[in-house]
């Protein structure tokens, strides 16, 4: 038999073309994948390489350090098969077999499909770079240190089954559904926790799923219809363009969100982000009951007329009025509006604590590029001055919100890092 070597020839290139083009494919949609899990978030450390881990996150009983997800065979996943990577994303369990802690959102995760897992695994391995860096050990005491109860902890908090499309909704639902569940992992933050500081729910068929969560001082708000505190005046074009840009009338990122905004959402497509969007206004109200703030110049007016009898309006004068103005309304889409801000409202004023203490910088994006920055207060406000201003924000303009005690911004004052020079405690 004779051989036409030439009709052969030129196969050979043609198939490794398809398979290099595939590769790049795969690869490229991982990065997406990636970009929407916002992986890179909490596996970089501040001044690290990207995905080598390191970075600290408290737990309430210790603090905790993200692993090497890089390509590394000796300290980082370049080592783990795609069967191994899909079970430590899923299932919470390393290549040797130890348990993740579920600070690693696998809760979520697991309702990532194979299509998907395979892309994210294809990223991992051909397009980050290795990084040798050993994982550090976390600070939690033994025994509490000791993994093999997470076992238990996963028998009886996690759920593994895979996201299932509801034929009752439409695709863009059920597609914004897939997100928002799983590679979003938007439940980690939003949720609340419960007794073994396990989300209260993984979906929209249970009632705490996505009402808000407190997690290291800050609080992630209502991401339900509540018509107070939560998405229930924002309209889906609301929530695309924050998701784009960190900014919408309603309001500013800020805390981790800004960093999920400059990292992740920022980079979704338009059609996954109008996705999430519609399935978050489809979400029922946490309190059918809540009612939109009304409009009150009872506040504006007795600024005006530079009455200050009210506790913490003199401080909201010094401090905040050249920025957030007399009526509370702010600048668009410059310094947010205080008056009627859905967060200002919520009933755990971690977050307005946290962000008086520390300041804050919105986020940088493509259709945000200033990133204007908002001072600490730290340094110059007592823990009372603070109380009385919030106290101000939150029941002026129409607010009606809870009063803040100065214990409760004690508490999160002592969890600051030491002050620097020059800035020293009231």
Request: hydrophobic content about 35%; overall charge negative.
């Amino acid at each position: 038999m004779t051989i036409q070597w030439q009709k052969i020839v030129p196969v050979l290139p043609l198939a490794l073309l398809m398979s290099s083009a595939y590769a790049q494919d795969s690869t490229q949609r991982g990065e997406q994948l990636a970009r929407a899990g916002d992986c890179v978030a909490c596996h970089t450390a501040a001044g690290g390489k990207p995905f080598a881990g390191g970075l600290k996150m408290g737990t309430p009983v210790g603090a905790i350090y993200s692993t090497n997800i890089t390509p590394d065979k000796e300290t980082g996943i370049g080592d783990y098969s795609y069967e191994e990577f899909a079970k430590a994303v899923r299932e919470g369990v390393a290549k040797d077999g130890h348990n993740l802690y579920p600070a690693m959102p696998y809760t979520s995760f697991a309702r990532i499909n194979d299509e998907d897992m395979r892309a994210l695994y294809d990223f991992f391995m051909h397009k980050v770079t290795a990084v040798k860096q050993e994982n550090r050990d976390s600070d939690i005491p033994w025994p509490l240190s000791m993994r093999w109860p997470l076992s238990v902890w996963n028998l009886a908090f996690h759920d593994d089954k895979p996201f299932k499309p509801d034929s009752r909704q439409s695709d863009e639902w059920n597609r914004g559904a897939y997100l928002v569940q799983g590679l979003a992992h938007c439940g980690t933050c939003h949720t609340p926790r419960g007794i073994g500081f396990q989300e209260k729910a993984q979906d929209q068929t249970e009632s705490d799923w996505l009402t808000g969560g407190t997690l290291e001082g800050w609080h992630a708000p209502d991401l339900t219809g509540n018509m107070k505190s939560g998405l229930g005046r924002w309209s889906q074009q609301d929530i695309v363009d924050f998701l784009k840009s960190g900014q919408t009338s309603h309001g500013m990122a800020f805390g981790s969100m800004r960093d999920v905004v400059a990292h992740s959402t920022q980079h979704l497509s338009d059609a996954d982000l109008k996705a999430i969007a519609v399935y978050l206004k489809s979400l029922k109200p946490s309190d059918p009951k809540a009612q939109a703030p009304k409009a009150d110049t009872a506040t504006t007016e007795a600024l005006v007329k530079g009455d200050m009898s009210k506790p913490g309006a003199q401080e909201y004068v010094d401090n905040c009025a050249a920025c957030h103005r007399l009526d509370g309304k702010g600048y668009a889409r410059t310094f947010p509006a205080l008056a009627h801000n859905s967060a200002v409202l919520s009933d755990d004023p971690s977050s307005l604590i946290n962000i008086v203490l520390q300041g804050g910088q919105a986020p940088i994006t493509r259709d945000a590029v200033t990133g204007l920055s908002m001072p600490d207060f730290a340094w110059r406000l007592s823990d009372k001055q603070v109380a009385d201003l919030l106290t101000f924000v939150r029941s002026g303009w129409g607010n009606n919100a809870g009063p803040v005690t100065a214990d409760q911004v004690k508490e999160l004052r002592d969890e600051l890092p030491p002050a620097p020079s020059g800035k020293d405690k009231p």
